[in-house]
C-alpha cells in the first residue's frame, strides 16, 4: 500500500535534516575562520540555492560529491574535497555555483585539524545517506 502523504512527508524530513546538516558543516568551518571571504563566499551561494531550490542541494550532492566519493565518505576520507576534480558540475544547470563553493572551501578545510575534519566527515555522511533515502 503506497501513500503519497506518507512518502512527501518522509522527504520534507530528510530535506530538512539534510539542510541542518549542511548549515552545521559550514558553520563547522565558519567558526574556525570566521573572517575568511572564500567561506562567506561559500556560505552565501549555498543560501542561495537553499532558498531558491533546496532540492538542487541534495540532489547534487548525491549526484556529485557522494556517489563519486562513495568510498571516501564511508572511510571518513574527506581529501575528495581538497584534492578531487569537480569539473564534472561545468555542465550542470546551476553546478558552477556549487563547484565554485567547493573550491573556495578547499583552502580553509586543508588548514583544519583532524579532530573537526573527523566531525565533517560525519556530517557528509549523514547527508551521503539523507539524499539517498531522499531519491529511494
Known amino acids: 500500500h503506497y501513500n503519497m502523504d506518507t512518502t512527501v512527508s518522509r522527504k520534507i524530513i530528510y530535506m530538512k535534516n539534510f539542510v541542518k546538516c549542511l548549515d552545521e558543516f559550514i558553520n563547522i568551518i565558519d ?39 562513495k568510498v571516501n565518505i564511508h572511510n571518513n576520507d574527506i581529501s575528495f574535497i581538497t584534492d578531487g576534480d569537480h569539473s564534472v558540475l561545468n555542465g550542470v544547470n546551476g553546478g558552477t555555483k556549487v563547484r565554485d563553493a567547493i573550491f573556495r572551501l578547499k583552502e580553509p578545510i586543508l588548514k583544519l585539524d583532524e579532530p573537526i575534519k573527523n566531525t565533517l566527515s560525519v556530517y557528509m555522511l549523514n547527508m551521503s545517506k539523507l539524499s539517498i533515502l531522499y531519491f529511494s
Do not use: C, H, M
Not at 573572517?35 to 538542487?56: C, L, M, Q, W
Open 31 to 69: 567558526n574556525k575562520f570566521p573572517n575568511d571571504v572564500d567561506v562567506t563566499y561559500a556560505r552565501n551561494g549555498i543560501e542561495k540555492i537553499k532558498k531558491s531550490n533546496p532540492r538542487i542541494l541534495i540532489e547534487y550532492w548525491l549526484n556529485y560529491v557522494y556517489l563519486p566519493n
